[in-house]
Every structure is written in structure tokens, then in C-alpha cells.
């Protein structure tokens, strides 16, 4: 059976067509700077990588793209033949624990739900909608990145704010990175062995969370009611003093826009780095001397064990430590740093093991009290399985 995952963006669109259940990628491919000048695309398949620049004024247009090079490429030999498209939603706001088939009902919410994610969720519904007119027959599912996290308690999701601004407001924890963390404790529990696993999963990319999975279920994360909560990220604080912000604002007369921009755009490595969010910068110039780039890596290091540490107590232990996305997968120095400073519960790493990028991988000893693995991330996969589930029939995702 035939299967896309998407994932829309404002100015993009990623996809990937599965053949299902075989799991086989028969083509992928992002459309960028949709609606601007400059817009391209690039697809994979075959081993072959093609790359064209082509007007794409539209979300339907670049939509159109897709089902032509499906076709033109014999992917497919008619639109009939794509049964499932899972999309990417970021917010699901307390609605969704799991992925869903869309209908109107489901349009309409994730539209309401746009105040939590406005830059995500519209977009996600121009994809949607795109794709629908192109494909009506296919089954359309949503996965949300908020979905996963639905089992946090509300001693877990709830702020110590007033009380009322969670009712009235929906001011509570939601947490993100829902498919990747699934996807990531659920081959754990596989190579663990062991289906009430304890597990805590770290996807360290541009964007970064940490989550306390206990038999498959999300018991904590560290992002919030935004994504600018718990780590320190690329870009972004995550946790600080909130008192700060009404502090600065004051201080230097600035927006409720601005010190979001600062916030999100302007902090993190970047900020404290004053030279890039991107952690391969950090470590070249950090390896040179750069010492406020060396102060980014203890930082963030710090900042993941600590979160480690709170959620192997939350956890009563743990069976697993998993690194995944960007930083997780390809960064032996940051999880050597984060992994030494775990010593005290029993971790230990395997130096060699650890030198591995992108692969699944134990990097822990046979004697560590804790099993230590890379799991590369596959969101695209996770939203293809849940999609073909649901067409199915089976609405166990
Ligand atoms: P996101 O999906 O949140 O945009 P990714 O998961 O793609 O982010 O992670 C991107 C980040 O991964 C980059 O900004 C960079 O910091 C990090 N990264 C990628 N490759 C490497 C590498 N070889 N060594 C260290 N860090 C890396």
C-alpha cells in the first residue's frame, strides 16, 4: 500500500512516499521558500538526487509537484494508488492523544488551536487542505507532536500559576517531539527487550527535549506550553527565571515581540556563543580556544544531565538513556560530556562504541548500570505507520 508523510511548514513541504507495510521509502522530497522568490525543490529516489527551480507560488502548487513526479517517475500509476497521508500537526492542543483521521471536526480544531502554534498549525492545515483537493479519496491522518505527551499527570503538565489561566487559557504543559520520542522509546523497548521499559529519551537537535517514558508512556517532558521550555537549544532559552523578561522589556523598552524574538531567535548557543547555533561551530571554535564557546558546551551538557537525573528519579531508574536527532545522533563529544556526568548512577560509556554518528548503536558497557543508545530519529516513518494503521481500520496508534 501507498503512503505519504508530510510535513508542511509555512514556506515548505517535506514528503516521503512509503510502500507499506515493507516500510521502503520509494521517493522523498522538500519544496522550499514556497510563496517567495527563489523557490526549489528537491526529490530523492532510485539513489538519485534531483534538484529543480521551478515558481512554486502555493502550497497546491508545490502539491501538484508532488503528484507529478509520482507519476512522471512511475512511483505510481495513478493518485488512487496513495491510500494514507499522514500530516505533521504541531499542536493538538488536550484534544488528541493519538493520531486521527481528519474530518471537518478536526479541521475546525486544529484551526482553534492556532493561538498555541500560530506560526505551525496554519500551515499545517494549507497542507492538509492541499492535499485533500489532489488526493479526496485517500484516508487524511493527522499526527500531532503534542499527542504523545497526553499521558503527563497534571501534577506534571500544571504551572504554579493561577489556577484559573489553565481553564481559561489552556496555560499548561504540553511538551513537542511527540513522534520522535515515540519512535525512539518504542525501538528501546525493543532492543531492551522489555515492554514496561523505563526510558528517557534525548532529542538533541536545533530544537531539543528530553522525555521520561515508562511502558510506552510519556510521564514528563521538558518542553512546555512552547517549545521554549526545559533545554537550552540552538537558539532558544528553554528554561530561565521568568522575572527576567518583565525585567529586560522594561530595561531596554522592548516588545512583547521582541523579547520573543530574543527569546527563541536569539538565545541558546547562539546567544551565548555570539557565533552560531549550530553545535559543529561550537566544537570547531571551542577545540581553537573560543571560551565562551566552551562555556556553551558545559552549559548544555549541565543542562541534560540535569533533566536526566530528574527524570531517572522521577522514574524510580532507568533502563535506558537514548540520544537521538542532530546533536543526539552525530555528537560523540556531547554525549561523552553528558554521559560522564552521569557516572554517579552507574553510567558507564564505551569510548569506542561512542565515536558512532547517525546509526543505532549501544554506547554503554556491559557493566553500565544503565543501557546507553544512539536511535536515529524517524518521524516520517512514525506518521507513515500511524496513517496505514488508520487506514486499516486500526486505531491503535
Ligand atoms: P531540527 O530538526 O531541530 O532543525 P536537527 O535534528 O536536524 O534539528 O539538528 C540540527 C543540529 O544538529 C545542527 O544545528 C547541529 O547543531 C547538529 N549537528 C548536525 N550534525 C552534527 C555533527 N556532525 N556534529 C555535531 N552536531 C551536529
Not at 25 to 48: A, D, P, R, V, W
Not at 283 to 310: D, H, P, T, W
Request: overall charge negative; proline content about 3%; charged content about 25%.
Amino acid at each position: 500500500m501507498k503512503i505519504l508523510a508530510v510535513n508542511a511548514g509555512s514556506s515548505s513541504l517535506k514528503f516521503q512516499a512509503y510502500e507499506m507495510p515493507e516500510e521502503k521509502i520509494l521517493m522523498s522530497g522538500t519544496f522550499e521558500k514556497i510563496g517567495e522568490s527563489n523557490s526549489f525543490y528537491t526529490i530523492k529516489f532510485n539513489g538519485e538526487k534531483i534538484k529543480k527551480e521551478i515558481d512554486l507560488p502555493t502550497h497546491k502548487v508545490a502539491v501538484e509537484m508532488v503528484a507529478k513526479e509520482l507519476l512522471d517517475n512511475k512511483i505510481i500509476n495513478s493518485l488512487n494508488e496513495i491510500k494514507g497521508i499522514g500530516h505533521r500537526v504541531v499542536h493538538g492542543g488536550d484534544k488528541y492523544s493519538s493520531s486521527v483521521i481528519i474530518d471537518n471536526d478536526v479541521i475546525s480544531t486544529v484551526e482553534s488551536l492556532s493561538q498555541l502554534a500560530p506560526l505551525h498549525n496554519p500551515a499545517n492545515i494549507t497542507g492538509i487542505n492541499a492535499f485533500i483537493n489532489m488526493i479526496p479519496d485517500a484516508v487524511q491522518v493527522a499526527c500531532f507532536d503534542t499527542a504523545f505527551h497526553q499521558t503527563m499527570d497534571e501534577v506534571a503538565y500544571t504551572y504554579p500559576l493561577p489556577y484559573e489561566w489553565r481553564e481559561k487559557y489552556g496555560i499548561r504543559k504540553y511538551g513537542f517531539h511527540g513522534m520522535s520520542h515515540r519512535f525512539v522509546s518504542e525501538r528501546a523497548s525493543e532492543l531492551l527487550q522489555k515492554e514496561n521499559a523505563k526510558v528517557i529519551v534525548c532529542h538533541l537537535g536545533n530544537g531539543a527535549s528530553i522525555t521520561a517514558v515508562e511502558n510506552g508512556k510519556s510521564i514528563d517532558t521538558t518542553m512546555g506550553f512552547t517549545p521554549n521550555a526545559g533545554l537550552m537549544m540552538g537558539t532558544r532559552c528553554g528554561d530561565i527565571d521568568a522575572s527576567i523578561l518583565p525585567f529586560m522589556m522594561d530595561k531596554l523598552n522592548l516588545s512583547t515581540k521582541e523579547i520573543d524574538n530574543i527569546i527563541n531567535k536569539e538565545s541558546g548557543m547562539l546567544g551565548i556563543s555570539g557565533l552560531s547555533n549550530d553545535s559543529r561551530d561550537i566544537e570547531k571554535a571551542s577545540e581553537a580556544g573560543n571560551e565562551r564557546c566552551f562555556l556553551v558546551q558545559k552549559m548544555y551538557a549541565r543542562r541534560v544531565i540535569e533533566y536526566i537525573s530528574k527524570y531517572y528519579v522521577l522514574l524510580k531508574g532507568a533502563d535506558a538513556i537514548c540520544f537521538t536527532a542532530g546533536i543526539g545522533e552525530n555528537s560523540p563529544l556531547t554525549r561523552e560530556k553528558v554521559l560522564n556526568g552521569l557516572e554517579v548512577l552507574g553510567v558507564k560509556l564505551d569510548v569506542e562504541a561512542n565515536k558512532v554518528r547517525a546509526e543505532e548503536k549501544l554506547i554503554s558497557t556491559v557493566d553500565s548500570k544503565i543501557k546507553c543508545y544512539v536511535i536515529p530519529t524517524n518521524e516520517e516513518l512514525m506518521i507513515a505507520r500511524d496513517a496505514y494503521n488508520l487506514v486499516l481500520g486500526n486505531n491503535n496508534v
